[in-house]
């Protein structure tokens, strides 16, 4: 049986005054837990600020995880989020679908492939 999922990209913006910003991540709220992956965040803002971020993206993913509300609906979510972690704003919420695990990881990874890893 085919489920849908809804899942929004995660851009950081380490300074908002010099208005850069990166893709670094997806969250897919699915079943009964947020889906959190991030790629190369710490890469990417150590070569836009020259800092390390590797805690703070640690501490961001884990609260995005340890905060989900199975209750909530996924705006709501994302909304709380952006108000205890200001480094990452969310996307608009996008929607998968898959039919197994397998379906689920090709559609994540096609996502992130497409709107978060670094161009080859």
């Known amino acids: 049986m085919e489920s849908s999922f809804e899942y929004a ?25 947020a889906d959190v992956r991030m790629m190369n965040a710490v890469y990417k803002l150590r070569v836009l600020t020259g800092e390390n971020w590797g805690e703070r993206i640690e501490r961001a993913t884990a609260r995005y995880r340890d905060m989900y509300d199975k209750e909530a609906s996924a705006s709501d979510m994302l909304a709380l989020y952006e108000q205890v972690e200001p480094l990452l704003k969310p996307s608009g919420l996008g929607w998968l679908r898959a039919a197994s695990d397998d379906e689920y990881e090709a559609q994540v990874k096609q996502i992130v492939e497409s709107l978060v890893r670094l161009p080859k």
């Open 9 to 33: 990209v995660l851009t950081a913006i380490p300074d908002p005054r010099r208005g850069e910003r990166v893709n670094v991540g997806v969250v897919v709220f699915r079943n009964n837990a």
